[in-house]
């Protein structure tokens, strides 16, 4: 079975046009999110990934009190073949909303991310203040067997209230990174993703 990305990146574009964001599932297959979590990155992720933090670069600070994630930055250049997989799909996508919506996106970041069992992130907007580039945020869930009962929420606030959106493995979430307010539940197992911005602006990986 094989990801049907051009019908994928036609509901991505459609959402964002019509609503500022949308929802997919299996953008990656399931044994596409397997050989991603057999990495040496993820399988040992909690002894090298760092603390997230709030703020941007010499402003950043920790506090757990609003999120409680880990996090490591991907270089593309030298990601692991499987996660290059997901790389080139966001390079079709920046293409597809490029032609379809007239933006002028130009590269993404994207980080590996762990919340430990009890840990969130209050509610927040993804484009800092001092900076805009962040144009949409792009959230793929790595998962698997995922149950309601586990909480992990993605809460998504809109003008007619919030809904959520479970971590389902291989669900790729985009939305307007300036105008959608969003938080992360609690969840009582390890919820794990590759968390992201699609920018308008070429850019190094961030440390």
């Not at 409680?68 to 930055?73: K, L, P, R």
């Not at 379809?100 to 996106?105: C, F, G």
């Amino acid at each position: 079975m094989q990801t049907d990305l051009p019908t994928q990146l036609e509901q991505i574009s459609n959402g964002l046009a019509e609503r500022g964001y949308a929802i997919v599932d299996s953008f990656l297959l399931d044994h596409e999110v397997g050989d991603i979590l057999q990495t040496d990155e993820f399988k040992n992720g909690k002894l090298h990934f760092k603390k997230a933090g709030i703020g941007k670069q010499q402003d950043k600070q920790i506090n757990e009190s609003i999120r409680g994630d880990y996090i490591q930055w991907i270089d593309p250049a030298l990601a692991p073949a499987c996660m290059g997989v997901y790389f080139n799909r966001l390079r079709q996508l920046i293409q597809y909303v490029n032609h379809d919506l007239y933006l002028s996106l130009k590269d993404v970041e994207v980080h590996m991310t762990i919340y430990p069992p009890g840990a969130f992130y209050k509610r927040h907007l993804d484009q800092f203040k001092s900076d805009n580039h962040r144009k949409l945020s792009i959230i793929c869930y790595l998962n698997h067997d995922w149950k309601e009962a586990h909480g992990g929420q993605l809460r998504i606030h809109l003008p007619e209230g919030p809904f959520d959106v479970y971590p389902l493995a291989g669900r790729l979430v985009c939305f307007r990174s300036d105008q959608i307010e969003h938080e992360v539940l609690p969840a009582t197992r390890e919820r794990l993703s590759l968390t992201g911005w699609i920018v308008d602006r070429n850019l190094s990986v961030p440390s």
